[in-house]
């Protein structure tokens, strides 16, 4: 679930949902919840990841000297759908990145500046780097393609898919100098083979497959009502998972409060599991209600529901 331009549409309100993942909890990363094609966009090429919440470092590098770590404000605005800029180069040449805390698996890409008429930016990555500066990097994409001004739109109609293995570090960077605004840098994917094994997976209870990718539900109308029956599989080979925790958040617009989740009983915002969860078990059923209001905004929403774990022991 997640957003960005919003498309007006009579008596409808366009809910992408476009992430369904990560949760506080160690070692707990980009769980989707939802399933199915893009609908009315085109399809996501893989999960996107919650790199602002994550354990990712974004990465600032202005005139190529001292890498330095940004704070919470901003990987929240460079993951997210708005049209707000997160910095402007001052005529500097920049790098921003996302350094991942094990290797990832990228299979695309979104990136979104108010760029000057002259200004390129090349797409690149590392997959031994230990500071962002050294081992091998490798460039990706040069003169990365400018997405229009409709970011809340673009954010997935301009995704650009990779086949990209072990990537520790994957960052853009410019040269122009000119006093460009840099607003969003989005990864899809999901861990590399072997990384972070302690960790909880989304499950469709209907296909009892993993969810891969985003969901868009379309125009739903508002007012509407959808119930999706998942569950949660622990993935650890030695640990259990406990005090779990289920919740929905607005990433644009207020789609975070249409969701309540049960276990059989009641519908909370809120959901906390009544077991835990041992290695290698599955959760009991956890249903997903989605209500959208009768007088809700039209337009397009996005939000990403996710879990969040007590303790790993």
């Not at 500071?131 to 409709?150: A, K, L, M, R």
Request: proline residues 4%; charged residues 20%.
């Amino acid at each position: 679930m997640v957003t960005r331009q919003q498309e007006r549409v009579r008596r409808s309100v366009r809910y992408n949902h476009d992430r369904l993942f990560y949760a506080g909890g160690e070692g707990i990363l980009e769980i989707p919840i939802l399933k199915g094609g893009a609908g009315s966009y085109p399809d996501a090429p893989s999960r996107r990841m919650a790199v602002d919440d994550d354990g990712s470092l974004l990465i600032r590098r202005t005139n190529f000297g001292v890498p330095g770590v940004q704070g919470a404000a901003n990987r929240s605005e460079s993951n997210d759908e708005d049209n707000v800029v997160v910095a402007f180069s001052n005529n500097n040449d920049e790098e921003w990145g996302w350094f991942f805390p094990e290797l990832r698996e990228v299979d695309g890409v979104f990136l979104a500046f108010e760029r000057s008429s002259n200004g390129v930016y090349n797409f690149r990555t590392s997959v031994d780097t230990t500071n962002t500066i050294d081992g091998t990097h490798v460039q990706q994409t040069s003169n990365y393609p400018e997405s229009t001004s409709s970011y809340p739109t673009e954010y997935r109609n301009a995704i650009t898919s990779y086949a990209l293995s072990g990537i520790r570090y994957a960052y853009w960077r410019t040269t122009d100098q000119q006093n460009d605004g840099f607003l969003a840098f989005h990864i899809y994917g999901t861990f590399g083979s072997g990384q972070t094994p302690d960790r909880l997976l989304w499950f469709d209870q209907a296909t009892a497959l993993e969810y891969s990718k985003p969901l868009d539900y379309g125009d739903a109308p508002r007012g509407s009502h959808v119930d999706t029956v998942t569950f949660i599989k622990n993935n650890s080979g030695s640990l259990t998972a406990s005090t779990v925790q289920v919740t929905a958040e607005s990433l644009y617009l207020n789609s975070g409060a249409w969701y309540t989740f049960s276990e059989g009983g009641s519908y909370q915002a809120t959901l906390s599991l009544a077991s835990s969860i041992a290695n290698g078990a599955n959760s009991p059923n956890i249903t997903i209600r989605r209500i959208i209001p009768d007088a809700e905004l039209v337009g397009l929403h996005a939000g990403r529901t996710f879990v969040s774990v007590g303790s790993w022991a």
